[in-house]
Each structure stands twice: as C-alpha cells, then as structure tokens.
C-alpha cells in the first residue's frame, strides 16, 4: 500500500485518522503526541492532505473527550476502570482544585499527557454541562493538534531532506522512534501517577 493508493481513496484515509484519533489513548494505547507527530510525518511524505489531517486529527481529539465525558456521566464500568487506576486522594484533590477553576483545568490538563484523561472524567464528576466542557476542550485542542501535526510535518520534511537516499532506513528509524517514545511515556505515566495506588489502599 502506497501513497497512490490513498490518493485515490482520500476519504478512507482522512477517516482512518479521525478513527484512530478518536480512540488513541481509551482503546488504542498510544500517546495522542506520537499518533498526532505520526500524522503530521504522513503528510510531509505526500499521504494526505496536511490541512485536511489535522482537521480530522481536532474532530477526533473532541469525540474522544466527548464520549469518555458522556460514559462518565452514566457511570459506565470502562471509565471506572480508569479511575481505579489513580488513588483516590488524588483523584479527590485533583476535583477539590478543580471545582473553582475548572475552565481553566478542563484547558490545562489537554497540555499534560498523563492527566489529561482526567478532564472530562472530572468535568462530568463536578456537574459540568456538555457544552460548557467542549468549548474548554476545543480552545485547546485548536492549539495542542496544529502544533504537534506541524511538528511531525516539518521533522518529517528535514528528516527526508537528510536520509533521502536511504529510504526504508528513514521510515523504519522514525517508526522506531515513536514506539520507543510511546513506550517510554506510558512507563513514566504509570510510574509517577499509579505507583501510589497500592500504598493508600494499605493506608
């Protein structure tokens, strides 16, 4: 499957990106940072319209947030899975701050990769309303997804400008690269936010 390929089906492939983008980080265990640089990457080899990617990448980024925000408001057992793996006191001062600033937290946490699935996890916890939580989270995402799509288009650019010659090295490497990313920033999440759920449970 080649760039042709996606050219001609231009529709599957902008819907592949919201799809993904939709459930990175809920389903598909890849930080959002690695899956938007990827995208951005894409696009600087011809897959894809640049403008258009990151259009779907900010779609998805919002019905995700969406729908963990709804399931969180009905109490489904997949987002208590996800609070499970925080300690409760955390997740208690975490609420506490956020009760009088929560715009400001809904915004702010997009930015934090191991907490943002907090927010709407939060928002819905604290009685925000649906709309109130989106406008918070889009002022974000149309900073956060342009930014890290760039990123990805331009070190995707440079990195074919240095590595030209030695194609199937430049694509594996830079694959290589975002896993290694991907596992690493997982390992430090879990480390630094769930490693205290064990020690409060025996408190």
């Given at each position: 499957?080649?760039?042709?390929f996606?050219?001609?089906?231009?529709?599957?492939l902008?819907?592949?990106?919201?799809?993904?983008?939709?459930?990175?980080?809920?389903?598909?265990?890849?930080?959002?940072?690695?899956?938007?640089?990827?995208?951005?990457?894409?696009?600087?080899?011809?897959?894809?319209?640049?403008?258009?990617?990151?259009?779907?990448?900010?779609?998805?980024?919002?019905?995700?947030?969406?729908?963990?925000?709804?399931?969180?408001?009905?109490?489904a057992?997949?987002?208590e899975?996800?609070?499970?793996?925080?300690?409760?006191?955390?997740?208690?001062?975490?609420?506490?701050?956020?009760?009088?600033?929560?715009?400001?937290y809904?915004?702010?946490?997009?930015?934090?990769?191991?907490?943002?699935?907090?927010?709407?996890?939060?928002?819905?916890?604290?009685?925000?309303?649906?709309?109130?939580?989106?406008?918070?989270?889009?002022?974000?995402?149309?900073?956060?997804?342009?930014?890290?799509?760039?990123?990805?288009?331009?070190?995707?650019?440079?990195?074919?400008?240095?590595?030209s010659?030695l194609?199937?090295?430049?694509?594996?490497?830079?694959?290589?690269?975002?896993?290694?990313?991907?596992?690493?920033?997982?390992?430090?999440?879990?480390r630094?936010?769930?490693?205290?759920?064990?020690?409060?449970?025996?408190?």
């Amino acid at each position: 499957m080649n760039a042709s390929f996606f050219f001609a089906n231009a529709w599957l492939l902008y819907l592949i990106v919201l799809t993904g983008v939709t459930l990175t980080g809920y389903l598909i265990p890849i930080p959002e940072e690695v899956m938007l640089i990827s995208i951005g990457y894409l696009a600087s080899l011809g897959i894809g319209n640049p403008h258009l990617m990151t259009l779907a990448s900010i779609l998805g980024l919002l019905m995700g947030d969406g729908i963990i925000f709804f399931l969180s408001l009905h109490g489904a057992r997949f987002i208590e899975r996800f609070k499970n793996k925080i300690s409760p006191t955390r997740l208690e001062r975490y609420e506490s701050r956020a009760k009088n600033h929560l715009g400001r937290y809904v915004f702010g946490l997009r930015f934090v990769p191991t907490l943002r699935f907090l927010s709407p996890i939060m928002a819905a916890s604290l009685g925000v309303s649906w709309r109130k939580f989106i406008w918070y989270d889009a002022l974000a995402v149309l900073i956060y997804a342009p930014i890290l799509i760039f990123f990805g288009y331009h070190f995707g650019s440079q990195l074919a400008l240095l590595l030209s010659e030695l194609r199937v090295v430049r694509h594996a490497l830079f694959v290589a690269f975002l896993i290694a990313l991907g596992v690493w920033m997982s390992v430090v999440a879990h480390r630094k936010f769930y490693r205290n759920r064990s020690e409060n449970n025996k408190e």
